[in-house]
Nanobody, 124 residues
């Protein structure tokens, strides 16, 4: 059974940085595309970033381009999201997700498995 466990969330001031992680088990991680999504209170879940199985292709939401970087370590079955220049509007629960396709899709319906999420709060 697939397990995705996010960690590293917390409270950070606007302009600060944070790296969150997602440890995966129960799947062929090295051949899985991984994504990050987020959901703010009262809002729908939205795409943040995704990375192909080999790290050779990434995809970002316009709202985070140039500020966030997704990466992965297949030896550790872990995907990361480095967030720089954080803004209060980045406050959300961040979810890790996996899919078996090659394309780093931005559609949540393309993903098969989901983690429980980690809270990121950015204070102004």
């Amino acid at each position: 059974q697939v397990q995705l466990v996010e960690s590293g969330g917390g409270l950070v001031q606007a302009g600060g940085s944070l790296t969150i992680s997602c440890a995966a088990s129960g799947l062929a991680f090295s051949t899985s595309t991984m994504g990050w999504f987020r959901q703010a209170p009262g809002k729908e879940r939205e795409f943040v970033a995704a990375i192909r199985w080999n790290g050779g292709l990434t995809n970002y939401a316009d709202s985070v381009k140039g500020r966030f970087t997704i990466s992965r370590d297949n030896a550790k079955n872990t995907v990361y999201l480095r967030m720089n220049g954080l803004k209060p509007e980045d406050t959300a629960v961040y979810y890790c997700a996996s899919r078996r396709g090659n394309w780093p899709s931005g559609k949540d319906s393309d993903y098969d498995s989901w983690g429980q999420g980690t809270q990121v709060t950015v204070s102004s």
